[in-house]
C-alpha cells in the first residue's frame, strides 16, 4: 500500500486528489494539509511514501516545504512530487535541487498522476516530457562556471558512467543494456553514485551530473568517464 499526503491551499484541489487517490486498491491518502508548515508537520507525524506537494502556499511555499522534508534524515523514506499550475525553470530546478523526486503540472492526466505517485514510491525520478525539457533548457541558459557535487571526486569510471546515463533518463534496465551489465549491478553502481553524492533520488543525481559538468544537454547519449580521482578504478 502506498501511502499519500496532500498538500495544498486549495480545498477543492485536495478533494478532487482524494477522491481519485482513494479509487485506487494500492494507494491510501493518510492525511492533508493547507499549507507548507502543516505538510511538514503532517510528513513527519505520519512518514508516508510520497507527499503531493503545491508549490505556491501560504506559511511555507512548497518549495521551501520539500527542501525541510528533504534535509530530515528520518523522512528519508518520503518522497515529493511538485504539483503545479505554472511551468516555470525556476521552479522546476529549484524543486530539484530542493529534494523533490518529481514535478507535475496540474493539467496532468489522472492517469500520469497515478503512475507518477507509484514511480515516486519506488524511488525513482519523474518529470513530464514538457518540464524535462524546461530543465534542459536551464541547463543551456545557466554561466558556464559550474559547481561540483561533493563526493563527485571519488566515483569510479563505471559510477560516473551511471550518473550519465540516469542523467540522459536511461532507467537501470536500459543502463545494464548500454554497458553489457545485469541490472542489479547497473542499480548498485546507481546506488553507490547517489551515496557518493549525497543524492536523495535519481532526481537529484541528474541536477548533480549537469551541474558538475558529467554531461551536458547537447552531449551524446554515450556518457564520457568521470572525472574523479577514481576514474581509472574499476567499477
Given at each position: 500500500?502506498?501511502?499519500?499526503?496532500?498538500?495544498?491551499d486549495?480545498?477543492?484541489?485536495r478533494?478532487?486528489?482524494?477522491?481519485?487517490?482513494?479509487?485506487?486498491?494500492?494507494?491510501?491518502v493518510?492525511g492533508?494539509?493547507?499549507?507548507?508548515?502543516?505538510?511538514v508537520?503532517?510528513?513527519?507525524?505520519?512518514?508516508?511514501?510520497?507527499?503531493?506537494?503545491d508549490?505556491?502556499?501560504?506559511?511555507?511555499?512548497?518549495?521551501?516545504?520539500?527542501?525541510?522534508?528533504?534535509?530530515?534524515p528520518?523522512?528519508a523514506?518520503?518522497?515529493?512530487?511538485?504539483?503545479t499550475?505554472?511551468?516555470?525553470?525556476?521552479?522546476v530546478?529549484?524543486?530539484?535541487?530542493?529534494?523533490?523526486?518529481?514535478?507535475?503540472?496540474?493539467?496532468t492526466e489522472?492517469?500520469?498522476?497515478?503512475?507518477?505517485?507509484?514511480?515516486?514510491a519506488r524511488g525513482d525520478?519523474?518529470?513530464?516530457?514538457?518540464?524535462?525539457?524546461?530543465l534542459?533548457?536551464?541547463?543551456?541558459?545557466?554561466?558556464?562556471d559550474?559547481?561540483?557535487?561533493?563526493?563527485?571526486e571519488?566515483?569510479?569510471?563505471?559510477?560516473?558512467?551511471?550518473?550519465a546515463l540516469?542523467?540522459?533518463g536511461?532507467t537501470n534496465?536500459?543502463?545494464?543494456?548500454?554497458?553489457?551489465?545485469?541490472?542489479?549491478?547497473?542499480?548498485?553502481?546507481?546506488?553507490r553514485?547517489?551515496?557518493?553524492?549525497?543524492?536523495r533520488?535519481?532526481?537529484q543525481?541528474?541536477v548533480?551530473?549537469?551541474?558538475?559538468g558529467?554531461?551536458?544537454?547537447?552531449?551524446?547519449?554515450?556518457?564520457?568517464?568521470?572525472?574523479?580521482?577514481?576514474?581509472?578504478?574499476?567499477?
Amino acid at each position: 500500500m502506498i501511502r499519500v499526503l496532500i498538500v495544498d491551499d486549495q480545498a477543492l484541489m485536495r478533494a478532487g486528489f482524494r477522491a481519485l487517490l482513494a479509487a485506487e486498491d494500492d494507494i491510501e491518502v493518510v492525511g492533508e494539509a493547507a499549507d507548507g508548515r502543516a505538510g511538514v508537520e503532517l510528513v513527519r507525524r505520519h512518514r508516508p511514501d510520497v507527499a503531493l506537494v503545491d508549490v505556491q502556499m501560504p506559511v511555507l511555499t512548497g518549495i521551501e516545504a520539500t527542501r525541510e522534508i528533504a534535509a530530515d534524515p528520518d523522512l528519508a523514506a518520503t518522497h515529493v512530487v511538485i504539483l503545479t499550475n505554472y511551468g516555470l525553470d525556476a521552479y522546476v530546478f529549484d524543486a530539484l535541487r530542493a529534494g523533490a523526486a518529481g514535478f507535475l503540472l496540474k493539467d496532468t492526466e489522472p492517469g500520469e498522476l497515478l503512475q507518477a505517485i507509484r514511480i515516486a514510491a519506488r524511488g525513482d525520478a519523474l518529470l513530464s516530457p514538457s518540464v524535462t525539457r524546461r530543465l534542459i533548457t536551464e541547463f543551456v541558459s545557466r554561466p558556464p562556471d559550474r559547481h561540483t557535487a561533493p563526493g563527485f571526486e571519488s566515483l569510479t569510471r563505471r559510477e560516473g558512467q551511471v550518473t550519465a546515463l540516469v542523467a540522459r533518463g536511461l532507467t537501470n534496465e536500459e543502463i545494464a543494456a548500454h554497458m553489457v551489465i545485469s541490472p542489479l549491478t547497473a542499480k548498485t553502481h546507481v546506488s553507490r553514485a547517489m551515496t557518493k553524492l549525497g543524492a536523495r533520488d535519481r532526481a537529484q543525481l541528474v541536477v548533480f551530473a549537469y551541474e558538475s559538468g558529467l554531461v551536458s544537454p547537447s552531449s551524446s547519449p554515450s556518457p564520457s568517464p568521470s572525472p574523479g580521482a577514481g576514474a581509472g578504478a574499476a567499477g
